[in-house]
């Protein structure tokens, strides 16, 4: 078990590294508006996993276009399998947190490069498939709430805020529910 652990992990972090023409890309959605407008909403997400008891702290900032801050939120997680699909479950709850509030142009900016790319081509994966078809769902189908919706891979040192409330999150979560010790 340990090794088919190892293994995935090796297979997603050779996955997350780009190629010299990936790197150079950015990666925007086909279906809506990939260009930024003044009515657009930024949304920064982020994740912090602990592994020996599958839990998980999501954290979504939302910023206006003056970069002020709108709204944020975050919310512990269970049974999350792996840092992919902890980043992935942070995207979707910040993009029902932003249609509950009514944004209807968004960019969703993450430091996950793997996860940008596979949604912003809405490519599928097996471990995340369920996640990335409510992402689609919310983000791409005709009947999206947003009439423009795009995501962005930044780098982890622009992304310090939404970290460290995902880090917060989860270790606030561990103090209030401890493990049992085995």
Request: aromatic share 10%.
């Amino acid at each position: 078990e340990a090794f088919s652990k190892a293994l995935g992990s090796l297979k997603e972090w050779e996955a997350a590294q780009p190629t010299t023409q990936e790197s150079k890309q950015n990666y925007s959605p086909r279906c809506h508006a990939s260009t930024e407008n003044s009515m657009e909403i930024s949304c920064n997400t982020d994740a912090s996993w602990k592994g020996g008891i599958q839990s998980a702290g999501l954290a979504w900032i939302f910023t206006d276009p003056a970069s002020k801050e709108l709204h944020r939120g975050s919310a512990a997680q269970d049974f999350v399998s792996s840092p992919c699909m902890a980043e992935a479950l942070a995207i979707r709850e910040a993009l029902l947190q932003a249609a509950t509030l009514n944004y209807r142009h968004i960019c969703v900016k993450s430091d996950s490069q793997v996860l940008v790319y596979t949604i912003s081509t809405r490519r599928r994966s097996m471990e995340l498939f369920g996640v990335l078809a409510d992402i689609d769902d919310l983000a791409f189908l005709a009947f999206s709430l947003f009439l423009s919706c795009r995501f962005l891979f930044i780098l982890w040192a622009f992304n310090g805020l939404a970290d460290g409330f995902a880090k917060n999150c989860l270790a606030t979560h561990l103090i209030s529910n401890p493990s049992p010790v085995t």
